[in-house]
């Protein structure tokens, strides 16, 4: 890999990685708690987990009990992301006007229609 952006693409390229990484941040979650809030598919949010844990950024705790509990807090290095995820945030905010009009152009429009079939 040429450089630490290559590095970070390849561990964090996910469509939910950075959400789940943010919303974990307020404390531990359970996997129903974080699929409540950016509704995705329970196996594509699983897999997404599944690999932050491999690569270090999420802890996965188990309870054993009568009734099997999972839980995920945020690593030392997920938390050392939080700072770049909320600085995306801001910028998102910032330039939502802008952000929000490229989403409705024609081309972009085709490819949200066509992808949530």
């Known amino acids: 890999m040429d ?12 469509k939910w990685k ?9 404390g531990v979650k359970r996997p ?23 690569h270090g950024f999420v802890d996965k705790f188990s309870f054993d009990s009568k009734i099997p509990k999972i839980e995920y807090g945020l690593t030392e290095l997920g938390i050392s992301l939080l700072p770049l995820i909320i600085s995306l945030e ?5 330039n939502r006007a802008v952000l929000e009009a490229a989403l409705n152009e ?12």
């Open 3 to 14: 450089c630490g952006l290559h590095v970070f693409k390849e561990l964090l390229n996910g």
């Open 32 to 54: 129903g708690a974080l699929q409540r809030k950016i509704a995705v598919d329970r196996r594509v949010m699983n897999k997404q987990l599944d690999e932050l844990v491999q």
């Open 106 to 117: 024609k081309i972009v429009g085709q490819y949200l229609e066509c992808c949530s079939k």
């Open 18 to 26: 950075l959400m789940l990484i943010y919303y974990i941040s307020d």
């Open 90 to 94: 801001r910028w998102g905010e910032n």
